[in-house]
């Protein structure tokens, strides 16, 4: 059985081409994901990701529930409304999910988790939070619409209640702001500027129709691949897994290892891990020549052999980029092997364009 979130009915009438993904039926384009891209990249388009599952958590030690569960460290968060982005590990520190999370006090944070690993997610915090005395709750009754683009932030203010602009107008980047039954965070996952809008379930759909009538364009999945991978935003379970530590994921960075008395979930096996010497890394990739590069084709280089996690066409950039784990002394070139033969890639750091702009 696959889901359907509250705006599959304007999918449809939006002639959106439905796939399953994650056990959701949601819309792959809604007629050229080239244009769907440029849209954002230059204008502003929209995306349903509803799908994701919000988790509100109250009462209780939730600073120490969070501390211990992820790796990045949420006592950094001062200012109510604050974001920050981080992996949940297993106790062999791979990597449960990746996750934004937001505090608005010390008695209410919110979560946002990914549609693929919700249910684990979900069992995994509930595992833990009793210790705390920390309540976990779904939040299946919101909606969530991605505005994105350089003029996301214009077009939807056209479109939001009143009092939902006034909370957003001052928002920084990666802040988010309570406004009743609604909630708007600066946030997103194309490298672009925007808003990612939490409402009740019953207002989605007139939102999504103002949005529109406001000039942001509706854009689906394929659209939100290209975009977040030019902009070297990792993808779960392709760019990192369980398998997977944070070191050679590209997501070190997201790591706190101060304060050093901080015992999170997987620390210990992080730690070793990078005592040892962490023996791969996560790159970008740039083919020469013509092709497409794809996720699972193998990385040839004179360090040694490495496979890229994700791979596309680049509609900026008009090369094929990727995203590789290959060992980490590697040089400045490499060669990707497609369809039996070797093609010459340049490596590269794995952010390709932000904001627009070609890094």
């Known amino acids: 059985m696959t889901n359907k979130t509250v ?9 959106g081409k439905i796939v399953d993904f994650a056990g959701w039926q949601m819309p792959v384009n809604y007629g050229s994901q080239i244009d769907e891209h440029h849209q954002v990249r230059n204008d502003a388009g929209m995306f349903d990701v509803s799908h994701m599952v919000i988790i509100d958590l109250k009462d209780g030690d939730i600073k120490g529930l ?15 409304g604050k974001a920050l982005y981080s992996c949940m590990l297993n106790e062999n520190g791979g990597v449960i999910d990746d996750l934004i999370v937001y505090y608005m006090s010390d008695e209410w944070y919110r979560v946002v988790v990914n549609a693929g690993t919700a249910a684990k997610d979900l069992a995994w915090i509930n595992q833990h939070a009793g210790a705390f005395n920390v309540d976990v709750n779904e939040r299946d009754d919101l909606a969530m619409i991605a505005v994105q683009g350089p003029k996301a932030r214009e077009k939807a203010f056209e479109a939001l209640p009143v009092d939902v602009v006034e909370a957003a107008s001052p928002l920084k980047r990666f802040f988010g702001a309570d406004c009743g039954e609604w909630f708007v965070g600066r946030t997103g996952y194309t490298g672009e500027d925007g808003f990612e809008i939490m409402m009740p379930v019953s207002e989605a759909p007139a939102l999504w129709d103002k949005l529109a009538a406001a000039g942001v364009k509706p854009c689906g999945l394929g659209a939100r691949d290209t975009l977040r991978l030019e902009a070297g935003m990792n993808l779960y379970g392709s760019d990192m897994t369980e398998e997977t530590s944070p070191l050679i994921s590209g997501l070190g960075w997201t790591i706190a290892w101060s304060p050093e008395d901080r015992d999170f979930i997987g620390r210990s096996v992080l730690e070793k891990e990078k005592a040892e010497g962490v023996k791969q890394k996560l790159v970008g990739l740039i083919l020469e020549g013509r092709g497409v590069l794809r996720g699972h084709q193998k990385v040839v280089s004179a360090a040694g052999e490495g496979e890229i996690t994700s791979g596309t066409f680049s509609p900026s950039l008009q090369k094929s980029i990727a995203l590789a784990r290959v060992p ?15 093609l010459d890639a340049a490596v590269v750091k794995p952010v390709f364009v932000r904001d627009g702009k070609a890094v």
């Open 7 to 15: 705006l599959f009915d304007k999918h449809v009438e939006y002639k």
């Open 66 to 80: 969070l501390q211990y569960l992820l790796a990045n460290d949420v006592a950094r968060l001062k200012d109510s």
């Open 328 to 342: 980490a002394d590697i040089g400045e070139t490499c060669q990707v092997e497609i369809r039996g033969k070797l």
